[in-house]
Nanobody, 124 residues
Framework: QVQLVESGGGLVQAGGSLKLSCAIS????????MGWFRQAPGKEREFVAI????????LYADSVKGRFTISRDNAKNTVYLQMNSLKPEDTAVYYC?????????????????WGQGTQVTVSS
């Protein structure tokens, strides 16, 4: 069984930084596109960033462009999300997810396996 475990969340002040990690077990990571998504209370889960299976393509939500960076280390079976210049509106539970497909999409419904999430809280 595949398992995804996020870590690295926490409480930071606006303008600060956090680096999230997602450790994946049970599969060959290089075969999967990986995405980061977030969900605030009462809101829909939204796309944050995606990295292709090889790492050659990255996509970001407009709200995080220039501030967040997604990366992956397939040898370590880990995906990262470096978050800089954090804003209070970034507060949410952040999830990583995997997709096995020829295509790369932003829709959370296109991702089959999900981690448990890690809380990110940004204070004003």
């Amino acid at each position: 069984q595949v398992q995804l475990v996020e870590s690295g969340g926490g409480l930071v002040q606006a303008g600060g930084s956090l680096k999230l990690s997602c450790a994946i077990s049970g599969r060959t990571l290089s075969n999967y596109h990986m995405g980061w998504f977030r969900q605030a209370p009462g809101k829909e889960r939204e796309f944050v960033a995606i990295i292709s299976n090889t790492g050659g393509i990255t996509l970001y939500a407009d709200s995080v462009k220039g501030r967040f960076t997604i990366s992956r280390d397939n040898a370590k079976n880990t995906v990262y999300l470096q978050m800089n210049s954090l804003k209070p509106e970034d507060t949410a539970v952040y999830y990583c997810a995997s997709r096995f497909s020829m295509t790369i999409i932003k829709d959370p419904k296109g991702y089959a396996d999900w981690g448990q999430g890690t809380q990110v809280t940004v204070s004003s």
